[in-house]
């Protein structure tokens, strides 16, 4: 499985459908989250950027992974294969060794 990275750049007037479809949208990024495809999702102060990464066997399956979200037609993204990807893991408590 090879590891992706999505650039979105964000519509800059947010209209009142866009707005509407941002539950359903995190909705659905949520289930991509919880099936391990999404490994990270990041929107900019400003709200201009998003950024993912997510794990696909190649780029037409990240390419149908957003072609699935509801904002996605609003949006204008740039898929880049990752060579390596690496983060901390903030979900594990420390391990006290006593």
């Keep these: 499985m090879k590891q992706y990275l999505i650039d979105c750049d964000l519509p800059t007037n947010l209209t009142a459908e866009f707005i509407s479809l941002i539950p359903k949208h995190r909705e659905q990024v949520d289930g991509q989250f919880a099936t391990g495809k999404i490994t990270s999702y ?57």
């Excluded at 950024?51 to 996605?72: G, R």
């Design 42 to 98: 990041t929107l900019s102060q400003d709200h201009s950027k998003l950024w993912l990464t997510c794990k696909a066997v190649s780029e037409a399956e990240v390419m149908d992974l957003l072609s699935s979200f509801a904002l996605t037609r609003f949006m204008r993204c740039t898929v880049h294969e990752l060579m390596l990807y690496e983060k901390a893991n903030e979900n594990l408590p420390q391990v006290a060794l006593n």
